[in-house]
């Protein structure tokens, strides 16, 4: 049995304990924490865990084998850093660390100890459908991959929410995704900026994001966080002998009143609920008897980072930013 301390019992803090107690197997939660400790004994107290101060004391706790770290985006650094200098295990959800220079931080820490502890929320590698697509293009059902259509929209984003979020905290995704789809590295970034939603107020929704691979593949993302419908992940890879897209949204078609409509989902939660499952049950049997995570790595978070970062300064510049990553450290060469 995998014990683990959760920090951060927010929106997915909440999910990911609801499926580490009901869903997954081989796992328990046996401690928490969150800056509001209102909400943290809540969570804990519900599910008979310790609920701790601070994310040190969670990691500290000898009850807990690895640490999920679910709190904001600019606390995952020091709770990541306090994993790795205990020698446990640390599962962080996206983004690694809201700064390149703190992920690799987080990169040197870990490649200091010899071996893998860090795996990165990435979940679309876990997902069914995006698995497919990846197997259609590896199988060459669709020839050598020209150019890549994604839309990432969401219905509604907090009120916290800021201008340059729709590339640091959702365009990530397609940042990662489509690098571990192509298996190559980003080479530049450019942002097009087009007529502003009036459901946005004072973001600029939609963008246009275009990312250009090392080989030449282009990506195209259009990030649209006000859309209202509901939550809609799009991708079609054009090769040079076809297309593969991911598939409808749901599998329910009805058909009544002259009409046929299939539900939209409402969010991440319930587009991705399988993925996760996916994703943090194979990061338990990872880990189980000792092993090392497999899956996202500190290095992915890191090279998304120096992307995302390369998508904000085209985003102020509308210039075309080239992406330069360093050399990829041995640890991450061996364990991918
Ligand atoms: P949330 O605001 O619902 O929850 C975050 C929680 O962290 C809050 O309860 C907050 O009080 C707590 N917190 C803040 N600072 C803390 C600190 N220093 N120590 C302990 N707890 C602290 O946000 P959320 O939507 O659950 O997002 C949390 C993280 O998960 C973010 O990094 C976000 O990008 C990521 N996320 C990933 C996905 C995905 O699809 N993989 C989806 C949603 C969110
Ligand atoms: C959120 O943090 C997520 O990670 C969701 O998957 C994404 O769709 C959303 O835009 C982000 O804010």
Not at 37 to 55: F, K, L, M, Q, T
Request: proline share 4%.
């Amino acid at each position: 049995m995998l014990n683990v301390g959760v920090i951060g019992t927010g929106m997915i803090g909440q999910d990911h304990i609801r499926r580490m107690t009901t869903v997954l197997s081989g796992v328990a939660v046996t401690a928490v924490s969150d800056v509001d400790s209102a909400i943290a004994a809540d969570v804990g107290g519900r599910i008979g865990a310790a609920v701790h101060a601070s994310g040190e004391d969670v990691v500290a706790d000898p009850a807990v084998d690895a640490v999920l770290v679910c709190s904001w985006g600019p606390t995952h650094e020091q709770y990541v850093l306090a994993a790795i200098a205990a020698g446990k295990p640390v599962f962080c959800e996206k983004p690694l660390a809201t700064t390149q220079e703190a992920c690799l931080r987080i990169v040197e820490a870990e490649t200091a100890t010899g071996g893998r502890l860090v795996q990165v929320g990435y979940m679309r590698r876990f997902d069914f459908a995006y698995r497919q697509l990846k197997q259609a293009l590896d199988a060459g059902d669709i020839g050598a991959p020209l150019m890549m259509h994604c839309a990432h929209r969401n219905a509604s984003v907090p009120s916290f929410y800021q201008k340059e979020m729709a590339i640091t905290d959702t365009a990530v995704h397609e940042i990662d995704m489509v690098r571990w789809m192509f298996g190559e590295e980003i080479a530049a970034a450019r942002v097009l900026v087009p007529k502003k939603s009036r459901n946005g107020n004072d973001l600029q929704d939609p963008l246009l994001l275009i990312l250009e691979m090392a080989d030449g593949v282009i990506v195209d993302v259009e990030l649209s966080v006000n859309i209202r419908y509901g939550y809609d992940i799009r991708g079609e890879i054009v090769g040079e002998n076809g297309t593969a897209a991911l598939g409808s949204l749901s599998p329910l078609e009805v058909r009544s009143s002259g009409r046929l409509s299939t539900p939209v989902p409402a969010d991440w939660r319930e587009r991705f609920l399988a993925a996760y499952d996916i994703e943090i049950q194979e990061w338990v049997h990872a880990l189980a008897g000792g092993g090392r995570p497999l899956g996202p790595s500190a290095w992915d978070g890191y090279a998304a980072a120096v992307v995302s970062d390369a998508a904000v300064e085209a985003l102020r510049t509308g210039e075309r930013v080239a992406v330069t990553l360093p050399e990829k450290p041995k640890l991450y060469e061996v364990l991918g």
